[in-house]
C-alpha cells in the first residue's frame, strides 16, 4: 500500500510503497477514506523542536485525522464490526491510570497519539485500538468525518464556556478557530466576534457565522471589543491561535466574571496579572486537551446530523495522496482553512 512517511530527523517525506498492517490483539485494520492534515503533522514534518520531545520514533507513518471502514479485526476487540464506518480518536488511553478509572481518559496519565506515537493515517489502510475507532452516522461525509477529531476539541471547548446567549471572542481563525466559531453559532451565542491576522482566514471566519471579524494587524482588538460591548468586554474566550500578544491581550476585554478556554499552544511563556486579570475578576479559565471520551463525539455528531454546525466552509482544497507535497506547503504558507487527502 501507499503510505507518506518520515524516515528520519534530517529527511524530508517520502511516499512509498509498504506492507499493509496487521491489527493486533485490541486492534481494527481501517481503509482509509479521507484524511486530514494538521498544525502536528507540519511539526514533525519540519522536525521542529516540539517533535523533538514528544517522543516520536522514526520511521513513522504520518497523519492523525481520518475516516474511513472497519475491514478487519485483531483478536479480542468488541464493540466494533467489519464494515463499520468510523472517524479516529487520536488519544490512546491505557484504561488504567487514576485519570482512565475517572472518566479522564481524554487526559491519560499514561497517554500515546495515535500518528504520533504510533504509525498514521497518510495510507491507504491504518491500524487503531478498537476504543479509538468511533463509529459515526453515514450521513457524515467522509470529508467532514476525517475532521471530527480537531472539530471535536473546538466544540467541547465551546461548550465548556456556555456561550448560549452571549458575546463570544474567538482568537485565532485556523481550522481549530474556525471550528469554535461553528460550534458557538451552534450552541446559541448571541454573538460571536473573531479575530486573525489574515484576510483570507477572516473570510472564512465570517463564513462559518462570525458576527464581527477584527485584523489584528489594523486595528486595536481591545479598544473595539470594548467600544462593541458597552465597556463590559465578552462573556467569554476560545484562545485559539497560540500567539503570545493575543493571550496576553484578551484579559483587557474579558468582562468580570467571564469565561476563557485555552486551546492554542505558545511557543514562549505567557505573563499574566493575576490579580486584576483573574482573580478580582473571578475570570474561569479551562485548558482543552482534546475530547472527553466519547461525550464530546457524540454532542458534535448530535450537531451535525440537525444541520447545526456547518463546517463546510473550512474545507478548501482535497487532494489525491500523491499531492502532499502541495498540502504542507499550503499550510506552512497559512493559506485557506483544512487540506483533506484521500489515498
Not at 488519544?91 to 481524554?106: D, I
Not at 489502510?125 to 452516522?137: K, S
Not at 484576510?199 to 485584523?215: F, I, M, N, S, Y
Request: net charge neutral; with cysteine.
Amino acid at each position: 500500500m501507499r503510505a507518506l512517511v518520515k524516515e528520519t530527523d534530517n529527511t524530508t517525506m517520502r511516499l512509498f510503497d509498504v506492507p499493509r498492517p496487521e491489527p493486533g490483539p485490541g486492534e481494527v485494520l481501517v481503509k482509509v477514506r479521507a484524511a486530514a492534515v494538521c498544525g502536528t503533522d507540519l511539526h514533525i514534518a519540519q522536525w521542529t523542536p516540539w517533535a523533538q520531545r514528544a517522543g516520536i520514533r522514526l520511521p513513522l507513518v504520518m497523519g492523525h485525522e481520518f475516516s474511513g471502514e472497519v475491514v478487519a479485526l485483531g483478536p479480542d476487540v468488541k464493540g466494533v464490526r467489519a464494515g463499520d464506518y468510523v472517524a479516529g480518536e487520536t488519544h490512546v488511553p491505557c484504561g488504567q491510570c487514576f485519570q482512565c478509572r475517572n472518566g479522564l481518559q481524554h487526559i491519560c496519565g499514561n497517554l500515546k497519539l495515535f500518528g504520533i506515537h504510533r504509525d498514521g493515517c497518510f495510507a491507504e489502510y491504518a491500524t487503531i485500538p478498537a476504543i479509538c475507532a468511533h463509529r459515526i452516522p453515514t450521513t457524515i461525509p467522509p470529508n467532514v468525518a476525517a475532521m471530527l477529531e480537531p472539530l471535536g476539541t473546538s466544540v467541547r471547548a465551546v461548550l465548556e464556556v456556555h456561550p448560549a446567549g452571549e458575546t463570544v471572542a474567538v482568537l485565532g481563525c485556523g481550522p481549530i478557530g474556525l471550528f469554535a466559531i461553528a460550534a458557538a453559532k451552534a450552541a446559541g451565542a448571541a454573538r460571536v466576534i473573531a479575530t486573525d491576522v489574515r484576510e483570507e482566514r477572516l473570510k472564512l471566519a465570517r463564513a462559518v457565522g462570525a458576527d464581527l471579524t477584527l485584523d489584528a494587524r489594523q486595528v486595536k482588538v481591545a479598544d473595539v471589543i470594548l467600544q462593541e460591548t458597552g465597556g463590559v468586554g465578552v462573556d467569554a474566550i476560545v484562545e485559539a491561535s497560540g500567539s503570545v500578544p493575543a493571550i496576553e491581550g484578551a484579559w483587557k476585554y474579558l468582562r468580570k466574571g467571564g469565561k476563557v478556554a485555552l486551546i492554542g499552544l505558545p511557543s514562549d511563556p505567557v505573563r499574566v496579572n493575576l490579580g486584576p486579570d483573574v482573580i478580582f475578576k473571578e475570570a474561569r479559565i479551562i485548558g482543552i486537551h482534546g475530547r472527553e471520551m466519547f461525550a464530546t463525539w457524540t454532542r458534535m455528531e448530535h450537531m451535525l446530523e440537525r444541520g447545526m454546525l456547518r463546517v463546510d466552509p473550512v474545507i478548501t482544497h482535497e487532494m489525491p495522496l500523491e499531492r502532499w507535497a502541495e498540502a504542507f506547503r499550503l499550510l506552512e504558507e497559512g493559506q485557506g482553512g483544512k487540506v483533506i487527502l484521500t489515498p
